[in-house]
């Protein structure tokens, strides 16, 4: 089964949603409008169709290995890994003064959708160098940032996010690893971290790890975490590279998916001490890390639209060829493509609604996030930061939960046959479930939401977004079509059930923790459920504007076809969620933890 990029539907989204014309307006991004757009989006199909999705299924069959200190991965990732280097397309969005193309977010969304679509493991790699080229540009020093920017930028180098140790999961105020200053103004590191995507490779000279470690007499807590620059290879005056570092891989995981991307055992000062170079200031390391985390988060949200895409495809594909039954209206007399069955079709609807909602959510908030750093009117950045900070949790939770969903009906589709491994279906599935795990399961994603989203603000900018929702809902009672009533009846109760929830959140968190921490995932689908299900409600506005003057018929029609299953099939979820939100708490809480 190959991987079609969708691009059409991502410029249908990028123009009519997420507007890239406006985008194209703001300061640095003015040669980034629609035929640039298309140009890149359309290149970068190649590459991945024709290079890297063909490695996706090798990858899984021959995974990265390892042996004496050493990561072997898996054939033909070190050559795909130096064209999608040369190509530029690590650098895509990041500043020009460092060699990076300086596209906006919205463009790059779109590209790593493409790439994780067409292999998973491999896109692991530019995700954590993004991330890491993200936390040096906005606390590295300019010696850091000239010393390690472009080469990463190029793809010579790679990056890392060196977080978690075997007594500190996601509770970073356990970190121990521990930094001793020097004289010259380095650190020496000391410690065990574990978990590390691509923290030993063979596909690039040298890795650039970030590494959270205590300096030596720091406070306890988070308050006491600082960040540290810790490269494979020292790096000379001159930019060449110099000795090996005193960082090992010791082992790699064996894994339920993602088998090619190699999850690393990091020792650091078995031997003295790694070098290790500040970031920015002591006991500031969290502050810094999370705009790496940040980063990956969303990437990780667009992971889990891109496996879902790719499992959409494969079972549409084996839907249309899988003959089995006659049709239940008596249409052909004989056995047909299971394609023709109602609940097929209901499976594969469901797909392609969960898919194309999670998109257009994910790019309407790469644009906004665009606005946020680019607009010249300092109001109009702090709205867009606001909205896009909203946003992260949401397309990092729900897009990736959905991908388990959608993942799991591409394996029914396939039904006995995609419970064998050499369908492949069974491989995106495997994949997917790390996606809602890995930089803060759901639930760290959902009590964000409620409390640095929600609470915090008094449901400020939640009640902001329902108002332009309801705007969406006085656009869609004017019309006469039976598929924008069947929008605005199931997004006007979704929306007034997000509303009642985030009214418990903001009222509740403090004197009634329990009872909303116990609703904090169902509160997080949600409002993904809604706003996904608000950005199909605005494509199906331009559709039938579009169809009606006699545009890309066949593509209008099943987009309006779509939005109206995502109204009444998902979007119909959500006063259910709502209920078990507010109403719901005791039947969670009150169980005494000796029962269990």
């Known amino acids: 089964m190959t991987y079609r990029a969708p691009v059409k539907d991502m410029l249908f989204v990028m123009q009519e949603l997420a507007g890239l014309a406006t985008v194209a307006e703001l300061p640095g991004f003015e040669d980034a409008g629609l035929d640039t757009a298309a140009a890149v989006l359309d290149e970068c199909a190649k590459l991945n169709q024709d290079v890297i999705a063909p490695l996706n299924w090798e990858g899984d069959q021959q995974p990265s290995s390892f042996k004496d200190g050493h990561v072997t991965t898996t054939p033909g990732f070190k050559a795909a890994f130096r064209q999608f280097g040369e190509g530029g397309w690590q650098g895509l969005h990041h500043p020009a003064e460092f060699g990076g193309q300086g596209l906006p977010k919205l463009i790059h969304a779109a590209c790593i959708e493409m790439l994780?679509?067409?292999?998973?493991?491999?896109?692991?790699?530019?995700?954590?160098?993004?991330?890491?080229i993200e936390a040096l540009l906005t606390a590295g020093s300019d010696e850091l940032k000239a010393t390690y920017l472009p080469k990463m930028i190029d793809g010579s180098w790679t990056g890392t996010m060196n977080l978690t140790e075997?007594?500190?999961?996601?509770?970073?105020?356990?970190?121990?690893?521990?930094?001793?200053?020097?004289?010259?103004?380095?650190?020496?590191?000391?410690g065990t971290k574990i978990y590390i995507t691509y923290g030993e490779h063979d596909m690039a000279e040298n890795i650039v790890h970030l590494v959270l470690a205590r300096v030596t007499g720091a406070p306890e807590g988070v308050k006491g975490i600082s960040l540290f620059v810790c490269p494979k290879f020292l790096?000379?005056?001159?930019?060449?590279?110099?000795?090996?570092?005193?960082?090992?891989?010791?082992?790699?995981?064996?894994?339920?998916?993602?088998?090619?991307?190699?999850?690393?055992?990091l020792q650091y000062g078995d031997n003295g001490g790694a070098v290790g170079f500040l970031v920015g200031q002591e006991?500031?390391?969290?502050?810094?890390?999370?705009?790496?985390?940040?980063?990956?988060?969303?990437?990780?949200?667009?992971?889990?639209?891109?496996?879902?895409?790719?499992?959409?495809?494969?079972?549409?594909?084996?839907a249309?060829?899988?003959?089995?039954?006659?049709?239940?209206?008596?249409?052909?007399?004989?056995?047909?493509?299971?394609?023709?069955?109602?609940?097929?079709?209901?499976m594969l609807m469901t797909m392609r609604a969960y898919t194309e909602s999670c998109r257009a959510m994910a790019l309407v908030a790469a644009a906004a996030q665009d606005a946020a750093h680019a607009h010249p009117e300092a109001e109009v950045r702090k709205q867009n930061q606001a909205f896009y900070e909203f946003m992260v949790p949401l397309i990092k939770g729900y897009s990736t939960e959905m991908s388990l969903e959608v993942t799991s009906l591409g394996v029914q589709v396939h039904g006995g046959m995609g419970f064998i491994e050499e369908t492949g279906a069974a491989q995106y599935y495997r994949d997917a479930k790390i996606l809602t795990i890995y930089e803060g399961t759901t639930a760290?994603?959902?009590?964000?939401?409620v409390g640095r989203k929600t609470a915090r603000d008094g449901g400020a900018t939640a009640r902001a977004i329902a108002g332009q929702i309801e705007a969406t809902e006085a656009a869609l009672a004017v019309r006469g079509s039976e598929a924008s009533r069947a929008m605005l009846k199931r997004l006007s109760a979704a929306r007034l059930a997000f509303l009642d929830v985030v009214g418990f959140v903001a009222s509740q968190t403090r004197s009634s923790p329990n009872a909303v921490f116990a609703g904090s995932v169902p509160y997080l689908m949600l409002a993904g459920?809604?706003?996904?299900?608000?950005?199909?409600?605005?494509?199906?506005?331009?559709?039938?504007?579009?169809?009606?003057?006699?545009?890309?018929?066949?593509?209008?029609?099943?987009?309006?076809n779509t939005a109206r299953f995502c109204a009444d099939h998902l979007l119909s979820k959500a006063p259910g969620l709502r209920d078990s939100i507010v109403e719901g708490a005791a039947g969670t809480v009150e169980m005494a933890v000796d029962s269990f």
């Open 116 to 132: 994780n679509s067409a292999n998973l493991s491999f896109a692991l790699c530019p995700l954590l160098t993004d991330g890491a």
């Open 166 to 190: 075997p007594q500190a999961g996601s509770d970073l105020a356990a970190v121990r690893s521990r930094a001793e200053p020097q004289a010259d103004g380095t650190y020496r590191l000391f």
């Open 235 to 265: 790096v000379n005056a001159d930019g060449s590279l110099g000795a090996r570092n005193d960082v090992q891989c010791v082992s790699i995981e064996h894994k339920l998916g993602i088998k090619a991307s190699p999850t690393a055992v």
């Open 283 to 318: 006991n500031r390391g969290l502050e810094y890390m999370f705009v790496m985390m940040n980063a990956a988060r969303y990437a990780v949200g667009v992971q889990g639209i891109a496996v879902a895409e790719r499992a959409y495809q494969k079972a549409v594909a084996y």
């Open 320 to 346: 249309r060829d899988r003959v089995q039954s006659r049709p239940v209206d008596g249409t052909l007399n004989a056995a047909a493509p299971i394609i023709h069955h109602p609940d097929v079709k209901r």
């Open 444 to 449: 760290i994603q959902a009590n964000d939401l």
């Open 529 to 560: 459920n809604l706003i996904a299900g608000w950005q199909m409600a605005r494509a199906l506005i331009v559709a039938e504007d579009k169809l009606a003057q006699g545009e890309e018929a066949d593509f209008m029609r099943a987009k309006i």
